[in-house]
């Protein structure tokens, strides 16, 4: 069947501009994951859903500025308001199956400038 | 102190060669255990997931050590293709609760 999509795939954005990222799972997968990965680096968590519940958003802390939503447990957005510089980096959505491994999207790769 | 904690590397082996790649938890509850590989500019890709009693798959093998909270990855008889990053996986629970990974471990295998 159909993979995790991401949308878009790349997003350049002038400092102070809001973002929106979008992700599909995989279809009937409960949990779905945020991360961010940055140049070098392992993706760091951001925040995990439970169908729509938002079970934990440590990663989304303490910015003030990181949101997520899943409304009706399917699709995800991730949302960046005031972007920064430092933003700058690949965002994965994940989604996981019955014996607890994940499935990416391409990621969306997001540049401010 | 990182939760999971790899050897950056970079490892860079001769084909044919066997390489082996260690990775630390700080998590003691942690239940679930997983590889990834990751090329370069791709997402990460499900190696294999790692038991209690040890698991192979073709070339690789994974072991965990609960006691001392280790996991690490063989791979045996190197292929230029297994050129990647190699990402260890902790996840709070079976099939719940939050998954945190290493920084990666760096492969190249050369002619």
């Known amino acids: 069947g159909a993979g995790v999509s991401q949308s878009p795939r790349y997003k350049v954005a002038k400092r102070g501009q809001d973002v929106a990222l979008r992700c599909d799972p995989i279809s009937g997968h409960v949990s779905l994951f945020w991360y961010q990965q940055a140049l070098g680096q392992g993706p760091e968590f951001l925040t995990y859903?439970?169908?729509?519940?938002?079970?934990?958003?440590s990663g989304l802390l303490p910015s003030d500025r990181f949101f997520a939503e899943r409304p009706e447990g399917s699709v995800s957005t991730l949302k960046i308001q005031r972007t920064q510089q430092e933003d700058s980096a690949v965002y994965l959505c994940a989604s996981r199956g019955q014996g607890g491994e994940q499935y990416f999207g391409p990621g969306t790769r997001l540049t401010v400038t | 102190r990182k939760e999971v904690e790899q050897d950056p590397g970079p490892f860079n082996v001769p084909e044919g060669a066997t390489v082996a790649f260690n990775c630390t938890y700080s998590?003691?509850?942690?239940?679930?255990f997983f590889w990834y590989r990751q090329d370069c500019r791709k997402e990460p890709k499900l190696l294999m997931s790692?038991?209690?009693s040890g698991n192979e798959d073709g070339r690789f093998t994974a072991q965990l050590n609960r006691a001392s909270q280790y996991i690490s990855l063989l791979i045996r008889d190197s292929k230029l293709s297994d050129s990647a990053t190699y990402l260890c996986v902790v996840n709070e629970g079976t099939n719940a609760g939050k998954s945190t990974f290493g920084d990666g471990t760096t492969l190249t295998v050369k002619p």
């Open positions: 998590n003691s509850a942690s239940q679930s």
């Open positions: 859903f439970q169908n729509e519940a938002q079970l934990d958003k």
């Open positions: 790692v038991y209690s």
